[in-house]
């Protein structure tokens, strides 16, 4: 089945640094690479998505980058914030009608 | 955006007895709905997928006599956890992809999730 792994588990950076989490996937018949963001108790929440055809997708601080190639695509987030501290989740589309979650990031941001 | 409801937010049952946990899409159809469930510090397990009026098809590992999953209608899928035990207790959080003219292709609109606590 398909395998999605997320590096790294855990990312302390500090206020205004950047940060970048890769998620690699094995289905080479994956066609939309979203990036969640999920507080405690909550939701995921949808922060920014890229679909096959596209090699880079920006907006405001947050930057997903796609290597169809190797089969893994990049979160960057500039200028961190403390509200961006999260667990961050990948969850490629395999086109068999299901999503699988990556293994998740703890992002902490030091003021 | 297209808006997903679950219901209850939480529930606390004893052990042998059974809960059941609704999802609904209240602004598009939803052909397909997804059934997730995450422990604590850990991923999103998907469980189960359903589409409407068709038996739904569940991951390896999850049982479907103990997991019974509904999805009657466009905007309506339930999740019954029979004979729940303690090791059942977790977070439990739906999702639905739609084809309508607001909803983003293959984009997954989450609910709010239930926290079942099973005594």
């Known amino acids: 089945g398909e395998n999605v792994e997320q590096h790294p588990s855990t990312l302390s950076v500090q206020e205004g640094d950047s940060a970048v989490i890769k998620c690699t996937y094995s289905?080479?018949?994956?066609?939309?690479f979203p990036w969640y963001k999920q507080e405690l108790g909550k939701r995921p929440q949808l922060i920014i998505d890229?679909?096959?055809?596209?090699g880079e997708k920006k907006d405001q601080r947050i930057a997903v980058t796609l290597n169809k190639t190797a089969k893994h695509f990049s979160l960057h987030i500039t200028e961190t914030q403390p509200e961006d501290s999260a667990v961050y989740f990948c969850?490629?589309?395999?086109?068999?009608?299901?999503?699988?979650f990556g293994t998740g990031t703890r992002l902490k941001v030091l003021a | 955006g297209a808006v997903v409801s679950q219901h209850p937010s939480w529930v606390i049952c004893k052990s042998g007895t059974s809960v059941k946990i609704e999802c609904r899409s209240l602004?598009?159809?939803?052909?397909?709905m997804f059934w997730y469930r995450q422990f604590p510090k850990k991923s999103l397990m998907l469980m189960a997928t359903?589409?409407?009026?068709?038996?739904?098809?569940?991951e390896q590992g999850v049982e479907k006599d103990k997991f019974l999953i509904n999805h009657a209608s466009l905007t309506l899928s339930t999740l019954t956890v029979t004979s729940a035990h303690p090791e059942d207790s977790s977070f439990y959080i739906c999702?639905?992809?739609?084809?309508?003219?607001?909803?983003?292709?293959?984009?997954?609109?989450f609910g709010p999730g239930t926290r079942l606590t099973v005594t």
């Open positions: 999702s639905a992809t739609g084809w309508g003219s607001r909803e983003r292709l293959y984009e997954q609109y």
């Open positions: 289905d080479s018949a994956s066609n939309y």
């Open positions: 890229i679909r096959s055809n596209v």
């Open positions: 969850a490629p589309y395999s086109g068999t009608y299901k999503y699988i």
């Open positions: 602004d598009f159809q939803a052909t397909t």
């Open positions: 359903s589409n409407e009026g068709s038996k739904a098809t569940y």
